[in-house]
């Protein structure tokens, strides 16, 4: 099975929802993305931002958690039914990442993934190139991070 006959091109595709709580935020801006804002609620709620904020960067990364665990119960889902999921391999990279707003503590992001393309790559036969675009959505339905992305499958 290839993704596009599982996941048609334009579908939108509802990964997970996550939670961001002062703690989360503060243990990852600790380790990864030392900036006020990120770090300390009163340094927060006087810089341009307000309060305080999930880095960007784990905003990034938990839509990958989001998608590596949607992918993980899709994978054993199509198994149980006697499906061989698609079988992806890595991404060269992506593109048009934007930060649109901040996520602060106490909100909770659900993050999308859409097939917009696949084609096959002429320089490497057996491979797949899909280019998907992805974003979170925060619970009041405002777009918080998006950006598109590419994944390879072998065929």
Not at 48 to 54: E, I, K, N, Q, W
Not at 76 to 104: A, C, D, H, T
Not at 112 to 138: D, I, K, W
Request: charged letters at 20%.
């Amino acid at each position: 099975m290839r993704l596009a006959e599982l996941s048609p091109i334009g579908t939108r595709i509802t990964l997970e929802t996550l939670h961001f709580s002062a703690d989360d935020i503060i243990r990852f801006a600790s380790k990864f993305d030392p900036q006020p804002f990120h770090l300390d609620a009163e340094a927060a709620r006087h810089s341009v931002l307000g309060g305080l904020c999930a880095s960007g960067w784990h905003t990034g990364s938990s839509w990958m958690k989001s998608f590596l665990s949607f992918w993980m119960k899709e994978t054993i889902r199509l198994k149980s039914e006697g499906i061989e999921p698609p079988k992806l391999g890595p991404s060269p990279g992506f593109r048009n990442l934007k930060w649109i707003r901040p996520v602060y503590a106490g909100d909770d992001i659900t993050y999308y993934v859409t097939l917009l393309e696949t084609r096959s790559l002429a320089s490497r036969p057996g491979l797949l190139l899909n280019t998907t675009f992805n974003e979170g959505v925060n619970q009041k339905g405002k777009t918080v991070i998006s950006f598109e992305s590419n994944v390879l499958e072998f065929e």
